[in-house]
């Protein structure tokens, strides 16, 4: 057993500087020269962008209820193989679950890790009153072991001295508030790595007003724990599945990626706003913003590509932005746009969620991509909604989440299925994609 160093970064509550200070621990270790190995606990697609860019390693989701202990075991170790340090960066409030439970939450996952927690709290407009936060969080539950706080916002020394008055745990950070040091967002989260480097530049703030020899010595604490299951080497590929990536699909699991290419799929990428279909297999559309890119969609020539391959019998397999891509039409606030046509329904944008939380599904048909009978798990965040016609199929049964009517998910024609659910693969999930590329190759 080699023992991986690891520290998850925690908050007490969403913006309390959690993300800023686990990038720029990233930034700041990986500047000393240290490979290191982010990780984010949810589903969310977009920090780990921003992850990935800094640490030059893939980032990799962390959630318990689409992976269960088990796989979120194996997807750390795993992707920790040749790491200096793991860095771990937390979801809303340290102890915030599913359904106001511990289930799928940061303390949940530090627990399955038994990794020390870096607390973060923001410390503007209180200083004694912070000591209560912290030790209220560290003896809330004796499993979690919330070894060390970062003051976040500290207004200046005198600030700090009077927080100083007071002992609770071992302070590691001391970070001055700098209103300047933002991200840009829009209605689905942060904008992502591609589009701004603004994460990167925490890694100085971090490194001059945080104990970075001393977080080191915490995460070395973490004891050793057994490797994981050995994974078979990919092998020969049997299929070509394309990937739709560029700003309008972006949203993917870097572990399905990993299982795709594990059942053997070779991917091929490409961009639906510029290119053309290349010669694939199957065909992979995840989520991102087809609604601010919908005009460069209309126009490319790929839709039709697309659009003559599902007539063709190509295998397709979209989520939430890939599922409006392959219906009639997109309605946003510009206008009225064309998309794939194969999905009798019409996308409109909202000004509201319409879909937000955990979803799982029972497949009840019509897809060969989902096998009959078989459970998927994964989450759904979604402004849009779906104008489905009477007789449109359905090849999910929702037991949680909204989906597309409340009820059900899976939009299905031929070998196409689109939902609003992101779903976290199985090896068997992956491996029925891979199969059904193979079958419609051969054929």
Known sequence: MRPIPRIVVAGTHSGCGKTTLA????????????????????????????HTAICDRASRNLDPFMMGETGVRETFFRASAGADIAVIEGVMGLYDGVDGTDAASTAHVAKILDAPVLLVVDAKGASRSVHATV??????????????????????????????????????????????????????????????????????????????????????????????????????????????????????????????????????????????????????????YPELHAAALASSRCREDIRRAVDDGVPV???????????????????EYAMVGVLPATAAMTNRIQGLGYVEARVIGGAPVLAPGSTVRGHEFHYSRLDCAPDARFALELLR???????????????????????????????????????????
């Not at 397999?317 to 206008?335: F, H, I, K, M, R």
């Not at 939902?419 to 090896?427: K, R, S, W």
């Open 317 to 335: 397999y979209a989520e939430c932005g890939g599922l409006a891509y392959l219906t009639e039409q997109l309605v946003t606030g510009d206008g």
């Open 23 to 50: 990038s720029g621990l990233m930034a700041a270790l990986t500047a000393r020269g240290l490979a290191v190995q982010p990780f984010k606990v949810g589903p969310d697609f977009i920090d780990p962008t921003h």
């Open 401 to 443: 989440g909204r989906g597309i009517d409340g009820a059900r998910d899976g939009l299905t024609v031929q070998n196409a299925v689109g939902q609003y659910t992101h779903a976290y693969f199985t090896e068997g999930f992956a491996g029925r994609l891979v199969r059904a590329a193979g079958a419609y190759r051969r054929a």
């Open 135 to 288: 030790r209220g969080y560290a003896g809330f539950d004796p499993e979690v072991r919330v070894a060390g706080v970062v003051f976040n916002r500290v207004g200046s020394p005198r600030h700090r001295a009077l927080i100083e008055a007071t002992q609770s745990l071992p302070a590691y950070g001391w970070v001055p508030r700098q209103d300047d040091l933002v991200v840009t967002s829009r209605h689905l989260g942060l904008a992502m790595a591609a589009e701004t480097g603004a994460m990167a530049g925490f890694g100085p703030v971090v490194e001059a007003s945080c104990d970075l020899a001393g977080i080191l010595d915490l995460a070395r604490t973490a004891p050793p724990r057994p490797a994981p299951v050995n994974i078979p080497d990919r092998p020969e590929a049997e299929a070509r599945v394309g990937v739709a990536n560029d700003a309008a699909f972006c949203f993917y699991y870097q572990d399905n990626l990993d299982r795709l290419a594990r059942a053997g799929a070779h991917l091929v990428f490409f961009s639906p706003m510029t290119d053309r279909l290349p010669e694939v297999d199957a065909i992979y559309l995840g989520g991102g």
